[in-house]
């Protein structure tokens, strides 16, 4: 998003001004003037409240890893832990099949 600097906000507010001032010297209408100068002041107002905006959001503290953390505990049943049963699987081979190492390659 392109974001119009303050400083060319300010300048735009002193021609308008200006504009204004000379309009009431001579006696002309202000009402375009006057109005130009409402919505650059509305402008700085809506760009410092999306700046204040910002700047409150603020991202939350970040909270590291202790060593502590890391360290392996015992689990116990009130922690909310859940034990792990091992399961006895039925044999993949019939019987006497059985091969005499994991090796992919044994035939």
Same mark, same amino acid.
Request: charged share 30%; hydrophobic share 30%.
């Given at each position: &998003? /392109?974001?119009?600097?303050?400083?060319? *906000? !300010?300048?735009?507010?002193?021609?308008?001004? /200006?504009?204004?001032? /000379?309009? *009431?010297?001579?006696?002309?209408?202000?009402?375009?003037?006057?109005? #130009? !100068?409402?919505? $650059?002041?509305?402008? &700085?107002?809506? #760009?410092?409240?999306?700046?204040? #905006?910002?700047?409150?959001?603020?991202? +939350? +503290? *970040?909270?590291?890893?202790?060593?502590?953390?890391?360290?392996?505990?015992? #689990?116990?049943?009130?922690?909310?832990?859940?034990?792990?049963?091992?399961?006895?699987?039925?044999?993949? $081979?019939?019987?006497?099949?059985?091969?005499?190492?994991?090796?992919?390659?044994?035939?």
């Amino acid at each position: &998003m /392109n974001e119009i600097s303050s400083d060319l *906000v !300010l300048q735009k507010m002193r021609e308008a001004l /200006n504009q204004l001032e /000379n309009a *009431v010297e001579q006696g002309e209408d202000t009402t375009e003037s006057a109005q #130009a !100068l409402k919505t $650059y002041s509305e402008l &700085m107002i809506e #760009a410092g409240k999306s700046r204040g #905006a910002r700047q409150q959001k603020a991202a +939350p +503290p *970040v909270q590291h890893a202790q060593i502590s953390d890391l360290e392996k505990k015992p #689990a116990s049943p009130e922690g909310g832990h859940k034990q792990t049963v091992q399961k006895e699987r039925p044999p993949i $081979y019939d019987h006497g099949d059985e091969p005499e190492s994991d090796s992919l390659l044994d035939f």
